[in-house]
């Protein structure tokens, strides 16, 4: 009977974070799609409206799954055994640009999907004027979540490399290390 290491307890938690990611991406793209264009908006002498469009609620849904991610990723990276403290320091590393990404992409995803909600004459998205998404913005939106996800990952592959070489049945999203330079069954997730 073969013995599961440590590892495959968190293969559910890594094919989240995958299908949480590729759902924001997804969500992104068709905000994109979907978005409020200038065409849309309408004129009463000085005040404009703008109607809601379905890339607010693709948006909030883009956020939503992007956060879930980057709290299971980080979750799933940090909990490595502390005294492998190679993979500790390795996990930070990486774990910080995947912040910065998130949070990058945050501010995008709630920027954008606030202007694709309704906006009506007089109040507008701020000081009365209605603003619109530029084109771009939500396509930048995934491909910061797709950074985040790999960031996330690679920091699971790190982790599952440095803590093998430590001790047997490292942790990790990534291949299990069983010598030097040697993968043992492809991905032992």
Sequence with gaps: MERRSRGDEKLP??????VLGV??????IAAEFSRVK??????DGSLCSL???RAFGLGVAALVCLSTAQVIGTAVALSTDKKASGGRMISVALLLPSWAAYGLAAVL???ASSMNGEQPYGKGWMNGDCYIVHDGVYAGAAALAVLV???TLAVGF???ATGDRRRPGGEGCGPQLKGPGVVEKG???
């Excluded at 938690?13 to 995958?18: D, G, M, P």
């Excluded at 200038?38 to 004129?43: F, G, I, P, R, V």
């Design 38 to 43: 200038e065409e849309d908006m309408k004129l």
């Design 13 to 18: 938690l890594c094919a989240a974070v995958v």
């Design 149 to 151: 996800v790999f960031l």
């Design 158 to 160: 790190a982790v599952a």
């Design 109 to 111: 995803l709630a920027t």
């Design 51 to 53: 109607p809601r469009s």
């Design 23 to 28: 759902a924001s991406s997804a969500c992104c």
């Design 187 to 189: 991905f032992d997730l």
